[in-house]
């Protein structure tokens, strides 16, 4: 059964620019959660969707938006971007969310410089 | 959401007994607790899931008193390859939770 596969695996983006970031669920997994990791600050929660519809969002601004689609695969974009966007991303699905089994993914590692 | 606070780091040997604690004061009823480990550039895999007393699985085992407002993360025997970041979550299973991570804990294990 092949894993939660994010793309790509590096970028290397300026300030201003936009990106946007792929991620393929496990078949079968409805949810999808994506993460923001910096040093500093940790994993932190970006947003989670089910069936096609955002459920939970975290404490981030506008720039940062998702979507998924109706076969789960999900994409995560930000516009505008700021050097201290330079982070890995990470996604994770589930069957349901929540608290119940995470997969993730081995992450998008973003550069802004 | 339930706040956790776990230790930063922690040191270890090889083939030695570790454990890690988990505090969460704050724990509502149907709340789960959840362990993940992360290796550096990597994400986070999954441990072990418990509600109360003891869960054990082939890695590693959970301790939850019956207060639950604390948890302890057991890894028997560690190498090397047990060094990593490890967090504990707090929260219920199925939608509707932002899961929080928190700093987590840097176990490093030594020869």
């Known amino acids: 059964k092949a894993g939660v596969t994010q793309t790509p695996r590096y970028l290397i983006k300026t300030r201003g620019q936009q990106v946007t970031l792929s991620c393929s669920p496990i078949s079968g997994h409805r949810s999808v959660s994506w993460y923001q990791q910096t040093p500093g600050q940790g994993l932190q929660f970006l947003f989670e969707y089910f069936s096609e519809t955002q459920r939970n969002k975290g404490n981030f601004p506008g720039r940062f938006s998702g979507r998924q689609f109706s076969n789960s695969r999900s994409e995560m974009n930000v516009s505008t971007l700021e050097l201290g966007d330079s982070a890995l991303y990470l996604c994770a699905s589930s069957l349901a969310g929540g608290l119940e089994k995470l997969f993730f993914g081995s992450g998008t590692q973003l550069s802004v410089l | 959401l339930a706040k956790t606070t776990q230790p930063i780091s922690m040191d270890s040997y090889e083939g030695q007994e570790v454990n890690i604690t988990c505090s969460h004061n704050?724990?509502?009823?149907?709340?789960?607790i959840t362990w993940y480990q992360q290796f550096p550039s990597q994400g986070p895999r999954f441990i072990i899931q418990?509600?109360?007393t003891k869960v054990t699985n082939e890695v590693a085992s959970l301790f939850i008193p019956a207060d639950r407002k604390s948890s302890t993360l057991s890894l028997p025997r560690v190498s090397l390859s047990d060094t990593a970041v490890y967090y504990c979550l707090v929260g219920f299973t199925g939608g509707g939770n932002k899961l929080t991570f928190g700093t987590g804990t840097q176990l490093k294990v030594e020869l």
């Open positions: 418990g509600y109360k």
């Open positions: 704050n724990i509502a009823t149907n709340d789960y």
